[in-house]
């Protein structure tokens, strides 16, 4: 499933004409082989809207995207806007790694946009592929079960956007609230199965 959220162009009150010029900058900087630059910055920082709009834009935009996501898109807006504050924007460039096997990182990632690859290394050095994730599947959730450690590595695909939080703050809604529970650990059984099958098939 891949399910796009909302540009945070569309959480802004600026005209189209200012839009559309920010993202031709973002373009040109990817193009010339530059950092990914985000649109709301490009906009904060030519005087377009003020630091305060964006942070509420972000705000609403990281509600919405986790109102998409199958673990927490039974939760009511207060919910939704309560447990918003305990993630935060991360960005990571094509092809970079960003989780390593077998390492402690305590920390679910919801992908936003973007596609990532999630693999194992053999112990022959092997490259094993496990799966690709997008939009709006969660990422890392099974090391809550594991201390921390991940079984698997993932790395970008693309240039993805997710939001990120520690797996002790959300420890609550996990533990607590039945519906956030259930589907967590139904995506957590599927992934378990799913993995086992093909480290069996390569076995």
């Known amino acids: 499933m891949n399910v796009k959220s909302k540009n945070i162009g569309e959480y802004l009150v600026c005209s189209q004409?200012?839009?559309q010029n920010a993202v031709k900058q973002q373009e040109q900087s990817i193009k010339a082989g530059n950092k990914p630059r985000k649109l709301g910055e490009i906009l904060l920082e030519a005087g377009n809207i003020s630091r305060d709009e964006l942070?509420?834009?972000?705000?609403k935009q990281r509600v919405d995207r986790l109102r998409l996501s199958p673990v927490f898109g039974t939760l009511s807006n207060a919910e939704l806007a309560a447990i918003s504050n305990r993630f935060k924007e991360v960005s990571v460039e094509h092809g970079k790694q960003f989780i390593f096997?077998?390492?402690?990182?305590?920390?679910?990632?919801?992908?936003a946009s973007g596609k990532v690859?999630?693999?194992?290394?053999?112990?022959?050095?092997?490259?094993l592929h496990i799966a690709f994730v997008?939009?709006?599947?969660?990422?890392?959730?099974?090391?809550?079960?594991?201390?921390?450690?991940?079984?698997a590595s993932v790395k970008a695909v693309d240039n993805?956007?997710?939001?990120q939080a520690n797996y002790s703050d959300l420890t609550h809604y996990f533990e607590y609230v039945?519906?956030?529970?259930h589907e967590f650990m139904k995506i957590v059984e599927h992934r378990r199965y799913e993995t086992e099958q093909i480290v069996q098939a390569n076995a």
């Open 17 to 19: 004409a200012v839009i």
């Open 55 to 59: 942070d509420v834009a972000v705000r």
């Open 101 to 111: 096997q077998d390492e402690p990182d305590p920390t679910l990632y919801i992908l």
């Open 178 to 181: 039945p519906r956030v529970a």
């Open 134 to 151: 997008e939009p709006p599947e969660p990422i890392g959730e099974m090391g809550y079960f594991q201390g921390g450690i991940r079984n």
């Open 160 to 163: 993805v956007e997710l939001l």
């Open 117 to 127: 690859e999630v693999y194992r290394t053999t112990l022959d050095g092997q490259h």
